[in-house]
């Protein structure tokens, strides 16, 4: 999924995208009225389409495009019947985490 833009008519400048951001995509920033908000740095260049910043946002505010459609199991408690174990153990394989430490 490509950022493409915060929508800040929802953003109610939590700044939490600032610090999940692993890239460091956005940046502080003022607005008119003194309010600190987050602004994209570049987000081109920069994001390596993690989706933190995303899913960390309380209001949606962020904007993407090209993003997966989630799946939807339904009803289903059998896990045999939703993916195979060949399939799971490829999704399990290929997860990768990124971590930020503090010093």
Same mark, same amino acid.
């Given at each position: 999924m490509?950022?493409?833009a915060i929508?800040? !008519?929802k953003c109610i400048d939590c700044?939490?995208?600032i610090k999940v951001c692993p890239s460091k995509l956005y940046i502080e920033t003022k607005r008119d009225n003194d309010k600190i908000t987050a602004k994209f740095a570049?987000?081109?260049e920069l994001c390596i389409l993690? !989706?933190?910043c995303i899913a960390i946002c309380p209001t949606e505010a962020i904007k993407y495009s090209d993003a997966d459609q989630p799946f939807d199991i339904?009803?289903?408690?059998k896990l045999d019947n939703i993916v195979s174990y060949e399939d799971l153990l490829k999704i399990v394989r290929m997860r990768r985490s990124i971590r930020v430490y503090k010093k």
């Open positions: 490509k950022i493409v929508d800040y !008519g700044l939490k995208c570049n987000p081109y993690c !989706g933190h339904g009803k289903e408690k």
